[in-house]
């Protein structure tokens, strides 16, 4: 599955961005859905997952309360809504797929085996 990440730019602190994963031409039901982040000198972390359907998610706690993972049907698409960006939110975005249920584990990187390109996000103070 090749999965295209988009919607990253530059904001300030406060304001919001939405990213936005695809994967045309696949369908995506019986997947689980992710986004990571990487920050210059830090490891990949975990931001938010969900089952497609949306049954099931969870974010990291650094996020909870600004970020909101949802499918887009329209544009079948996997969103992520960011608000009330702080700089430390600075990264290169993923997105990222696997096949099959949500698990205690969907916070673990090495579990995944789809993943898009990254898109920057950087957010100045």
């Known amino acids: 599955v090749q999965l295209q990440a988009s919607g990253g730019g530059s904001v300030r602190a406060g304001g919001s961005l939405r990213l936005s994963c695809a994967a045309p031409?696949?369908?995506?039901?019986?997947?689980?859905m992710a986004w990571f982040r990487q920050a210059p000198g830090k490891e990949r972390e975990f931001v938010a997952a969900?089952?497609?359907?949306?049954?099931?998610?969870n974010y990291a706690e650094s996020v909870k309360g600004r970020f909101t993972i949802s499918r887009d049907n329209a544009k079948n698409t996997m969103d992520l809504q960011m608000n009330s960006l702080k700089p430390e939110d600075t990264a290169v975005y993923y997105c990222?797929?696997?096949?099959?249920?949500?698990?205690?584990?969907?916070?673990?990187?090495?579990?995944?085996?789809?993943w898009g390109w990254g898109t920057q996000v950087t957010v100045s103070s």
């Open positions: 969900t089952t497609w359907s949306g049954s099931s998610l």
């Open positions: 990222a797929a696997r096949r099959g249920v949500f698990r205690s584990d969907h916070w673990r990187r090495q579990t995944y085996n789809f």
């Open positions: 031409g696949r369908d995506l039901s019986g997947h689980v």
